[in-house]
Nanobody
Framework: QVQLVESGGGLVQAGGSLRLSCAASGIIFSYNTMEWYRQAPGKQRELVATITSGYSTNYADSVKGRFTISRDNAKNTVYLQMNSLKPEDTAVYYC????????WGQGTQVTVSS
């Protein structure tokens, strides 16, 4: 059974930082591209950052220079370090494992107050 469990969300003031974690089980973690998405109220889910099995990373333009995705294959965990947070970063953040198919976590709420 595949499980992706996000943690680390919360309420932070604009300019602050949060680090999200996503612990995976039931998959061969190191083979998967890991992804972070977010969905704000009334908006479509959008891709925020990806990290491949070869540690290549990619970011949405809106978060470049502020967010950093990383992975620890020994811990089956992917992280999203979020700095210089803005109110428009407020959303539910989801991690996903993508290889043959995409598996989703349940999401964690991030709220950035102005």
């Amino acid at each position: 059974q595949v499980q992706l469990v996000e943690s680390g969300g919360g309420l932070v003031q604009a300019g602050g930082s949060l680090r999200l974690s996503c612990a995976a089980s039931g998959i061969i973690f190191s083979y998967n591209t890991m992804e972070w998405y977010r969905q704000a109220p009334g908006k479509q889910r959008e891709l925020v950052a990806t990290i491949t099995s070869g540690y290549s990373t990619n970011y949405a333009d809106s978060v470049k220079g502020r967010f950093t995705i990383s992975r620890d294959n020994a811990k089956n965990t992917v992280y999203l370090q979020m700095n210089s947070l803005k109110p428009e970063d407020t959303a539910v953040y989801y991690c996903a494992a993508n290889r043959i198919r995409r598996y989703w976590g349940q999401g964690t709420q991030v709220t950035v107050s102005s």
